[in-house]
C-alpha cells in the first residue's frame, strides 16, 4: 500500500489525465486511492485542468477529514466501494459521454464484445438512479459492483476500480471505448452477443494474458 504523499501525486495526476482522455470535464467526477487506513480522494470543486496535489483530502473511509479542505461529495461512494472490495486500490467515477449516455438508457453493457469480462462477468450493469453525494447513490453501486469492477451509474456516469490510479484510469478509458463501439454497433443493427460458453473461454484467456509464461496456482 502506498503512503499518503504518493497516493496525493497519483490522485492529481489520474484525475487531470481523466481530463487529458476526454473522459471528464470541468469539476465532475473524481478519483480516490486506497491508503493505510483510509483514502486520498479528490477535493470538491477541483478542475481537471488545474488539480495538484493540494488538491486532495486524505480521510478515513467513515468520513473522518484529516485536511481542511472538504473532499469530494462523491466520497460516500468510494468509501463504501474500497470497503466492499478489499482488492481494490484505486476508485475512478466520471461522466464519459458514451457511458454516461449508455447510464441515460437505464441499461448496462451487454456481452456485445469479448472484453466485456476483463470487468469480471458477462456484462456491466447499469445501477438504478440515485440522486449524487447520497448514502444510498453509494449502496447500488456496490450493489452493481458485486462480482465486477464496474458499473454504469444510472442516468450519472460510470465507476470502475483498479489495482492502483493508474490502473482505474486504464480501466475507465477501455469502459468508455466499449460504451461508444456498443453504441455505434446499435445504431447499425442490432449487436450479436456473445453467449455464456463463450465468455467463460475468454476468462479463461484473460488468467494468462500479457504473461510470459501460464500462471499455475
Known amino acids: 500500500m502506498i503512503d499518503v ?66 473532499p469530494s461529495s462523491e466520497w460516500p461512494m468510494h468509501a463504501a466501494i474500497l470497503k466492499a472490495f478489499p482488492q481494490a486500490g484505486s476508485v475512478v467515477h466520471t461522466h464519459a459521454d458514451a457511458c454516461t449516455a449508455l447510464a441515460c438508457l437505464g441499461e448496462g453493457l451487454p456481452a456485445f464484445h469479448y472484453m466485456i469480462a476483463g470487468f469480471g462477468g458477462d456484462d456491466v450493469r447499469c445501477s438504478p438512479y440515485v440522486t449524487f453525494g447520497t448514502p444510498e447513490l453509494a449502496d447500488v453501486a456496490v450493489e452493481a459492483m458485486r462480482g465486477r469492477t464496474a458499473c454504469l451509474l444510472g442516468n450519472h456516469g460510470m465507476i470502475v476500480t483498479g489495482r492502483d490510479v493508474k490502473g482505474a484510469v486504464s480501466a475507465a478509458l477501455r469502459l468508455e471505448t466499449l460504451a461508444r463501439q456498443y453504441l455505434l454497433a446499435r445504431s447499425a443493427g442490432t449487436p450479436r452477443l456473445l453467449d455464456g460458453a463463450q465468455m467463460d473461454a475468454t476468462r479463461e484467456r484473460y488468467k494468462t494474458y500479457g504473461s510470459a509464461a501460464p500462471v499455475r496456482g
Request: glycine share 16%.
Open 5 to 70: 504523499a504518493r497516493a496525493r501525486d497519483e490522485v492529481a495526476q489520474g484525475y487531470r489525465e481523466l481530463g487529458r482522455l476526454g473522459l471528464n470535464f470541468g469539476s465532475a467526477g473524481n478519483v480516490s486511492c486506497r491508503v493505510e487506513g483510509g483514502m486520498v480522494i479528490t477535493r470538491t470543486g477541483t478542475t481537471v485542468d488545474a488539480t495538484a496535489e493540494g488538491d486532495t483530502v486524505w480521510m478515513s473511509l467513515d468520513g473522518d477529514a484529516r485536511d481542511a479542505v472538504a
